[in-house]
């Protein structure tokens, strides 16, 4: 039998994977969960370990692994993290008050499509625009993030000019309710840490949640953005990408490098990766 040769993450991808995103997670995680179904799925989940507002260490570990193994893992380790996946979701099922599903394979889409935009977000802002090849390589790997959970190679847009179409559609669809946004606004707002934390750190935490939001997002949570607020995130981004720039390699890329290292050593020893 012939072994599969794995394929290099081309340089655009692995300059995409920057531990400066973090600035931006809790922004990606309010765009995914503003599909009502995702919100409601998640703010009343009954699943506590995998919450972040229950267990915020866990949910990182959980997250930023999922995102390292999905672009930078091989078929192996992204096998393993599906697997993974699957047996935590078996759990994550609602029917009141909004039906919900973890193996709903076009709410995958929809969470695989908000982390692709992430992605292509933060390279921009870290490196200026991407030439079209790495643009191109970019989108290509970002469906990586659906089908490292349930959703098909074929239910990915085919090329960037489609996933428009769909991102438009997408926006059209976004919904919170009373559940959903103070859970979001809550979790931009750092609420579900102790109070010295929260009221310390909270304030610039949600702040650059809204920085980092497209507007309808922002509508949504029922939150004022100011032209102010927006030149004071914009000096923030140049900040980021000059301390991106000046960074060593394996500084740029902690702690992602430290996460792919870990789900390695899972595997290796068979320990759970989620």
């Known amino acids: 039998m012939t072994a599969t040769v794995e394929e290099t993450p081309p340089k655009a991808v692995v300059d995409s994977i920057s531990g400066m995103a973090l600035a931006a997670a809790a922004a990606n995680v309010v765009m995914q969960l503003s599909r009502l179904p995702i919100g409601h799925g998640v703010a009343e989940s009954t699943v506590d370990s995998g919450r972040v507002d229950k267990h915020p260490v866990k949910r990182a570990r959980t997250t930023l692994s999922y995102i390292a193994v999905a672009m930078l893992g091989t078929e192996a380790e992204r096998e393993a ?41 933060i390279y921009t802002m870290l490196y200026g625009e991407p030439t079209e090849e790495r643009a191109a390589e ?21 090329d960037r000019a489609a996933f428009e179409d769909y991102w438009r559609a997408g926006l059209e669809k976004i919904e919170m309710d009373d559940v959903t946004r103070r859970y979001l606004r809550d979790l931009a707002g750092m609420r579900f840490l102790p109070a010295p934390v929260h009221r310390t750190l909270g304030p610039f ?3 650059l949640t809204l920085g980092f939001l497209p507007q309808p997002f922002r509508d949504e949570l029922g939150l004022p953005w100011t032209p102010r607020d927006q030149a004071r995130f914009d000096r923030f981004v140049r900040v980021l990408a000059r301390t991106n720039r000046a960074l060593p390699r394996p500084a740029r890329e902690f702690p992602f490098n430290l996460y792919l290292r870990d789900v390695r050593r899972r595997i290796r020893t068979g320990r759970p990766i989620v």
């Not at 099922?93 to 977000?121: I, S, T």
Request: with cysteine; charged share 25%.
């Open 81 to 121: 993290m599906r697997r993974e996946v699957n047996r935590a979701h078996r759990q994550v099922r609602a029917k009141e008050p909004v039906a919900y599903n973890a193996f709903d394979r076009d709410l995958q889409l929809w969470v695989a499509a908000c982390l692709y935009v992430g992605v292509e977000m």
């Open 138 to 158: 970019l989108y290509r790997y970002g469906a990586r993030f659906g089908t490292t959970l349930q959703v098909t190679p074929d239910m990915w847009p085919p």
């Open 205 to 207: 935490h949600r702040f």
